[in-house]
């Protein structure tokens, strides 16, 4: 009988979310975010006052499912805005 090796299919990744709303642009926010992509590991804070034009988000990843092209978000005043992931040093994955 032929074993096949069991890979680990969550790794962790830097994620972009782009166009984020100014008052959004906090930890609170950002492990909001890296909880729907499958756990939250770090946020990268280097620029405290969000000046940036994204805000980075280190996350969870399960390989075996398709990546979330982005989510809507409640910016306030029952209005939701759709903000946009992009991926940072996406492999191959067959």
Known sequence: MISHPKFRSNFPLFGFELDVPFSRRN???????????????????????????????????????????GMKIDVGGNTTKYVEFKYERLGDFF
């Open 27 to 69: 930890m609170r926010f950002a492990k909001e975010i890296g909880e729907s992509l499958w756990g939250f590991v770090e946020f990268d804070d280097s620029e405290p006052l969000g000046w940036e034009k994204f805000l980075s988000v280190k996350a969870m990843i399960d390989v075996e499912k398709s990546l979330r092209r």
